[in-house]
């Protein structure tokens, strides 16, 4: 993806928020602790975390409620989230701190960006995009995130036989979705699932996939497996 055209047209809207002190003392006290600072050079992972273990890389976590979840309940791995967002951050902060996780980290960037300069080749187990921005106007469908171009990028941070994670609750969404992963050959599908939020693939419930049901929305949820 070139510069132009990343700079020009972007996945999310970065928005302010209002912090609570909570929030801003967390960023001050715990950032150093659970941050990563972005870098145009590819980061030394067996630096960053204590154990040299698999890497799962969540996209956007929000409040990151579910990425503190994921993490401490599957010590076995390290994680990394990269949001946009300070307030969801803090939060995130907040509950990776109260509940002692050691296998965290967190970056504040676009994520292409981190992915095309700071992730090396072939060092993920898995990536998870859930529930990103749908952007539902066809004339703002050029930014969703989920593009060729994002999934050839994705394919080449993940080791062999590495896993993406998707999820969406809007139709529209889904749609796209399996039309720009049905022509790359990086991946196969290797489970597809529709449901009424009862049957989550591998992963917890999140805020925007509540929100969605409550509107009514069905969710989709994909696992797709990087080829050999």
Not at 73 to 96: M, R, T, W, Y
Not at 153 to 182: F, K, M, P
């Amino acid at each position: 993806m070139s510069d132009k055209h990343r700079k020009t047209i972007r996945s999310f809207v970065r928005r302010t928020g209002r912090m609570t002190p909570s929030q801003k003392k967390a960023l001050s006290e715990l950032w150093p602790i659970y941050g990563l600072e972005f870098t145009s050079s590819p980061s030394q992972f067996d630096a960053i975390f204590q154990m040299p273990q698999p890497i799962v890389l969540e996209i956007g976590f929000g409040n990151g409620e579910t990425l503190v979840e994921q993490a401490s309940q599957n010590s076995d791995q390290n994680f990394l989230g990269i949001e946009v967002h300070d307030p969801g951050v803090g939060h995130c902060l907040l509950k990776a701190h109260n509940a002692g996780v050691e296998n965290l980290r967190l970056i504040i960037h676009d994520a292409l960006e981190v992915l095309e300069q700071q992730i090396p080749e072939a060092s993920l187990a898995r990536v998870n995009l859930y529930f990103p921005d749908p952007w539902p106007k066809k004339r703002h469908h050029k930014r969703r995130i989920v593009q060729p171009e994002f999934v050839e990028l994705v394919a080449s941070r993940l080791a062999v036989h590495g896993t993406l994670h998707i999820a969406t609750d809007w139709a529209d969404y889904a749609e796209h979705i399996d039309e720009i992963l049905s022509h790359s050959d990086r991946f196969s599908c290797t489970h597809r699932r529709e449901h009424d939020g009862d049957q989550p693939l591998d992963r917890p419930r999140t805020k925007f996939e509540q929100r969605g049901l409550r509107q009514g929305h069905r969710i989709w949820d994909w696992c797709f497996t990087k080829s050999a």
